[in-house]
């Protein structure tokens, strides 16, 4: 499977070691899963603990010889696959808005287990389960959405307007029947594509895919604090210790999220070290990827620079640094980015890591006058 995406299976190699992707089921991180993570975190990697964009949880430094024991921790947790090709597939991203008995963990349930009826697909190829009044996940990467529509549910073809009404008992019927198009209608090239391009060259869904409105909505923008369903906290970098994970799981069953955060189930924000709880902290302005040394493909260090920069972030933008044009931490556009070269780092405006250069700087230079970057963000 061209295209893939790193699970732990099959593990990617960084400059820290091996970094093994851990896909929870239905998003959950119930408190025993998380102590038991914490200590294979520990025990096998360096203690580092990654959340994912797409609702996964990284384990860093993961060693060639402890990967086998890793694996065998995470199997009696239930996390691990029959094989690759169904880790790869199991891209499942569900709001973490969810009540017991309100169809988000029933989709998400079927959806997997029924991953073994689907065609070889595209290893980033995903899936959103979004059906609260409101959608959350649109900005997260999927490319067939089960959202709600004006009278009911409906999945929807990434970058399609409409969808196909369903039930929470039918969902999955028409997810099947929408990959199955998208296979068909030649979506897949050498290993590779997306829903959205298939889409953008033109190609028509089925009929009933075309027959119920996506509903509008605003973009949700995600914020530590209080929730319906407990309390949001963030991370720096969306990065935290075991020992941070740890105490967490002494105190709630917790969800992950598509935004680098954690949502405790039914408790009041949590005061632990290394867990942000304010909504207007600097540090959650700042995306930035593991950068040099520790991702082999990155060109500077990019952490201390973000964390030095953050207060001059204004408050709602984001600034995205990157160790090289990839661009992982922030594969869309951001307000400000500073993407690492050979020379120092390129400064894009509204735009991807690997977009046009507005100006090219140093992090010396961005150091010592950091009012560049206001200037930067405020310009017309
Ligand atoms: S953007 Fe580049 S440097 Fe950063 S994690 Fe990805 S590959 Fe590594």
């Known amino acids: 499977m061209q295209g893939w995406c790193p699970g732990a299976l099959r593990p990617m190699l960084s400059g820290d070691g091996l970094v093994v992707r851990v896909r929870l089921r239905g998003g959950r991180l119930p408190k025993a899963v998380a102590l038991r993570l914490a200590d294979l975190s520990r025990a096998f990697g360096n203690g580092l603990i990654d959340l994912s964009a797409r609702g996964n949880v990284q384990l860093r430094g993961v060693t ?13 947790l239930g996390l691990i696959d029959a094989d690759s090709r169904l880790e790869a597939m199991r891209n499942i991203q569900v709001s973490p808005f969810w009540d017991a008995g309100d169809g988000h963990q029933e989709i998400a349930a079927e959806l997997a287990a029924r991953l073994v009826e689907f065609p070889e697909l595209p290893g980033k190829f995903g899936y959103a389960v979004d059906i609260g009044a409101v959608p959350v996940l649109r900005d997260a990467a999927a490319d067939v959405r089960i959202e709600r529509g004006a009278t009911g549910l409906v999945v929807r073809a990434e970058g399609m307007e409409t969808g196909a009404a369903v039930t929470v008992g ?6 099947l029947e929408l ?26 869904p089925p009929a009933r895919f075309m027959a119920v409105p996506m509903l509008s909505a605003p973009d949700f923008v995600a914020r530590p604090g209080l929730v319906a369903q407990g309390s949001l906290v963030g991370f720096e970098f969306g990065q935290m210790r075991a020992e941070t ?45 593991t950068g040099a040394p520790a991702c082999v493909q990155g060109l500077a260090p990019v952490r201390d620079l973000g964390r030095a920069l953050a207060a001059h972030v204004p408050e709602g933008a984001v600034l995205h640094l990157s160790g090289c044009a990839k661009g ?29 250069a507005l100006a090219h ?15 930067t963000f405020n310009a017309p």
């Open 245 to 289: 994970l740890a105490k967490l799981a002494g105190i709630a069953d917790m969800r992950v999220t598509s935004w680098r955060m954690l949502l405790l189930e039914g408790a009041a924000l949590p005061e632990v070290a290394g867990v942000i709880t304010r909504a207007d902290d600097p540090a959650l302005r700042v995306v930035a990827c």
């Open 170 to 175: 039918s969902a999955v019927d028409a997810v």
């Open 328 to 356: 992982c931490a922030h594969p869309a556009k951001a307000a400000v980015t500073l993407t690492a070269t050979p020379a120092g780092f390129d400064l894009i405006r509204n735009g991807t890591a690997a977009d046009a």
């Open 179 to 204: 990959v199955r198009w998208f296979v068909g209608a030649g979506g897949v090239t050498g290993g590779r594509g997306r829903m959205t391009a298939l889409v953008r060259r033109g190609a028509v």
């Open 64 to 76: 060639e010889a402890g990967h086998a024991g890793l694996i065998a921790g995470l199997s009696e």
């Open 361 to 375: 700087v140093t992090a010396d230079e961005l150091l010592a006058r950091p009012a560049l970057l206001t200037e």
